[in-house]
């Protein structure tokens, strides 16, 4: 009985999705016909098929914040990636982007705790990050450990593609690092265009 029962209610759940599903069409139907009988234009926006890089970034002295601009400006390189420059987001937000770069400072060996914050509460929803690309850079004064933390928990947590080496830059960034930084936004861009 439990399994009749259980194959009928899938059959009615099927046949409510179908119904569902064809009137969302006919919707869509009759307004393709209004807008054709009405001579109004339609566009899609190209932006919402965009790949989409996050630039993410934590700085109290402007240094890595340097940085990270770099890694926009070279990210924006190609015009059909979106590009987001921010110093914080919601957990749930960052499923939405291809690519997630995180520019930290180093404070007492450790990433800053709105970052430690931000990881825990993706790890504690639930949020899936697997397969997105993930890179990391900051500057410091004197260890440097939060921005390979920052690729561990990418790679190991959330199973993301990390690019291995973080960019390092001991206090203010030369013009060398900062060219680094727009070689590493430009690369994540075009492989995102170029890949899968």
């Not at 119904?19 to 393709?32: A, G």
């Not at 340097?66 to 110093?87: Q, R, S, T």
């Not at 690519?99 to 709105?114: C, K, Q, R, S, W």
């Not at 593609?161 to 060219?179: F, G, N, R, T, W």
């Amino acid at each position: 009985m439990d399994k009749e029962f259980a194959s009928l209610f899938r059959k009615e759940k099927n046949t409510k999705k179908n119904k569902e599903l064809i009137s969302f069409s006919f919707t869509i139907f009759l307004f393709l016909i209004y807008c054709t009988n009405n001579n109004i234009e339609i566009t899609l926006s190209s932006s919402i098929f965009m790949k989409k890089i996050l630039v993410l970034f934590y700085s109290r002295t402007g240094n890595t914040e340097k940085m990270a601009k770099a890694v926009a400006k070279g990210a924006k390189i190609n015009d059909e990636v979106n590009v987001e420059l921010n110093f914080h987001i919601d957990p749930q937000e960052l499923s939405a982007f291809d690519a997630i770069l995180v520019g930290t400072p180093t404070y007492n060996h450790e990433m800053p705790f709105d970052f430690k914050k931000l990881f825990e509460d993706v790890a504690a929803r639930g949020i899936s990050l697997k397969g997105k690309v993930g890179a990391s850079f900051g500057s410091y004064g004197w260890s440097g450990e939060a921005p390979k933390q920052i690729l561990e928990i990418m790679k190991n947590k959330f199973e993301m593609q990390v690019v291995e080496q973080p960019l390092l830059a001991k206090y203010v960034p030369d013009e060398k690092m900062v060219s680094a930084c727009e070689t590493l936004g430009k690369g994540i861009s075009e492989n995102l265009m170029n890949g899968p």
